[in-house]
Structures are given as structure tokens and as C-alpha cells.
């Protein structure tokens, strides 16, 4: 398997575009998680599925935020407008339901809002 | 809410020495798991501990679950190079199945 597919890795865009990044978890898995990561906050858990269902988005900062995952194979992560403070790494994970080994992360999108 | 704090935020090390770094929560868990993130890298799952009082070896590397489920450590011995990265626990409590991380231990190794 080829693990958790993430695109793009990098993303520069100007404050008030949208912004939607993608990601194909490790088949088979039955949780997707989507985090960010900055210096200031560390890793934050924004909202994570399970069988392709949202079940906790609370930590979704705002309604600027918005994710899918309209099958197995695929979840996306929508901001619109983008801010300057949105800038970050934003990680996807995918684990098993056991969850005895562990989430396993994609490389991350880095994204830089000017 | 949970909270699961990380100490030290950061450790200098020259290569050859220990390193160790601490994991304490605000409940007891009912496991930890730790990751491992090279500089620029995305976070690695290294290991899960569920029982209380456990200890597991990878190599160089010691992970230990604290009696009361609430407190874990991860110990390196003879630091390398390699081992240069970010250290994360990651610690789930009750019925929940979602990992609260730590905000971790930034290790720095100085050939």
C-alpha cells in the first residue's frame, strides 16, 4: 500500500481564496482524521470520520472549515476564505478500528495564505 | 476535557548520552501510544502500551506505562543522529477511541 496519499504538499494563496485539500486514506482503514499543526498550537484534531461519517468536528475552528469523505477512498478539507492565520501543516491520518497500531499520517500539506 | 502534557519541550543532547521524556495526564488512560516526527516529516507510530506498569523495548528505546495508567516515559539510550525529532504520546481515556496528543518533546542531537 502506498500509504496515505495527501495533495497538494504545498499550497501558497492569497487571504479570502478557497483552499481545499485532498486526501486518500490506507485502504481498509475505518477512521480519518484531519489535524493541523502549527508551532504556537501544536497538533490539533479538527474532526475526524468513521465508515466515511463526521463524528466530532469540535475541533473545526470556525464555520470557514468544512470536510467531507463522500466514500472510503477519499476526504477533502475546504477553507473558504482563507486567512493568513490559517497557515499551516495540515495532516490526514487513517487507522484501523482497532486502533492497536497506531494512526497512520499522510506527508501533509503545507499551506502558506498571503 | 483530557489533557495529556509533554516536559521537556525541548532537550539538547550531545550524541552518546540518554534522553529521556515524560507523559502525564489528567485521567487515567486506558492506553498510550507514542510517535516519533523527523524535522519536516509527518508523525510515525512507534509503539501502544495498555497495561498497567508496562515496559517495552525497541532497541535503544524504552517505553514504560506507569502504575496508575496516567503517566508514561520514553527513554533513549546512547542517542544517535537518527534519533533527532519530535516525540509524541498520545493517550486515549475511557470509552473514547480518539488519541489525545501531547504537544511533544523536540529532541536535538549534537555530533
Known amino acids: 500500500d502506498a500509504g496515505v496519499i495527501q495533495s497538494p504538499r504545498h499550497e501558497v494563496t492569497e487571504m479570502g481564496q478557497e483552499v481545499t485539500l485532498r486526501c486518500k486514506p490506507i485502504?481498509?482503514?475505518?477512521?480519518l482524521f484531519w489535524y493541523r499543526q502549527t508551532m504556537m498550537r501544536g497538533l490539533e484534531l479538527l474532526i475526524y470520520?468513521?465508515?466515511?461519517?463526521?463524528?466530532?468536528d469540535s475541533g473545526m475552528p470556525e464555520d470557514r472549515f468544512s470536510a467531507k469523505m463522500p466514500n472510503a477512498s477519499f476526504s477533502t478539507l475546504k477553507i473558504q476564505p482563507s486567512e493568513p492565520r490559517d497557515s499551516a501543516v495540515y495532516f490526514c491520518?487513517?487507522?484501523?478500528?482497532?486502533?492497536?497500531?497506531?494512526?497512520?499520517f499522510g506527508p501533509g500539506t503545507r499551506l502558506t495564505v498571503t | 476535557g483530557q489533557q495529556v502534557m509533554q516536559i521537556p519541550q525541548y532537550q539538547h543532547v550531545q550524541e552518546g548520552e540518554d534522553f529521556t521524556t515524560y507523559c502525564n495526564s489528567s485521567?487515567?488512560?486506558?492506553?498510550i501510544q507514542w510517535y516519533k516526527q523527523r524535522p519536516g516529516g509527518h508523525p510515525v507510530f512507534l509503539i501502544q502500551?495498555?497495561?498497567?506498569?508496562e515496559v517495552k523495548k525497541q532497541k535503544r528505546l524504552t517505553f514504560q506505562f506507569g502504575e496508575a495508567k496516567k503517566n508514561s516515559s520514553l527513554h533513549i539510550t546512547a542517542t544517535q543522529t537518527t534519533d533527532v525529532g519530535t516525540y509524541f504520546c498520545a493517550g486515549r481515556s475511557g470509552g473514547s477511541y480518539i488519541p489525545t496528543f501531547g504537544r511533544g518533546t523536540s529532541l536535538i542531537v549534537h555530533p
Open positions: 491520518a487513517s487507522s484501523p478500528t482497532s486502533g492497536a497500531l497506531g494512526q497512520y
Open positions: 502500551l495498555v497495561k498497567s506498569g
Open positions: 485521567t487515567t488512560l486506558s492506553n
Open positions: 485502504s481498509g482503514h475505518d477512521y
Open positions: 470520520f468513521n465508515n466515511n461519517v463526521p463524528i466530532d
